[in-house]
């Protein structure tokens, strides 16, 4: 189910989450590696005030890893940690609760100094919907806790789930919405699935992934589809749509008079994508 989000849900969101924040040490701030900027709340330092944060970039196995080592970067000089999991395989969760551990490490050393033995560290899963937090909680949980896919308006009673006995984790996650004001955002999570096609044109977010990966993935794309050469001008529309009706002809798109069959095509191409058969690679890069 995609969240409809509008100004109401915004403020109840944001409200349900700060409510918890007094219970936790450590927020984990789940990025989709692909498009970590496109798929990152636009009011998240609003909301988390001050928390000590954990930047989690989910689905790695997903991304470019040249372009996520970058992404790592561009956030640790932000100012934050930034890790790579993939919550589907586990890869990188083990790390989490170390590196929850070490953002707050001198209130740790301090209740240690006063003698005081430091319990858990408690933290809270945060993320736009279909980024992994369900995944990743379960994973952390080693059992099924959460269910996947997100139901708004369904409240439950919230408990602490140990994950060793260095963390604790809240078992609900903070959902938050994502950006809406930029429609490159918009194509860039609708591209990846983050966000229902029906919300935007399905011709238009294949255009916009097809233009993307030309531009910088060309290989990838061309090996896919068995294409020809590159468009010589990407800012040329047609040779972008001539790229889109070469992958409609390879999947036997055609209608009457040997017309492709572009929004066939369009969703054809998007679950290729979506399901990884493109190989791996980012929407955004930050330099
Ligand atoms: P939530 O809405 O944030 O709770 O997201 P879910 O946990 O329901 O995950 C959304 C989809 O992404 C599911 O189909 C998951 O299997 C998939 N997913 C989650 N994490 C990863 C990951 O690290 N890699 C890949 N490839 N898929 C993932």
Redesign the pocket.
Known sequence: MTIQWFPGHMTRARRQIQEKLSLIDVVIELLDARLPLSSRNPMIDEILLNKPRLILL??S??ADPAVTREWVDYFKREGHTAIT????TGQGVKDIPLKAKELIKEKIDRQISKGIRPRAVRALIV?I???????LINRLAGRSIAA???RPGVTKGQQWIKVGTEMELLDT?GILWPKFEDQNVGYRLAATGAIKEEILNVEDIAFFAIKYLCQYYWTQLQERFDLGERPEDLENPDGVVAVMEAIGRKRGCIVSGGRVDLEKASGIMLRELRAGKLGRFSMESPY
């Open positions: 989910n689905k196995d997903l999991a993939d919550a589907s993320g919907p279909n980024v992994g937090k369900s995944t996947t896919g997100d996650p």
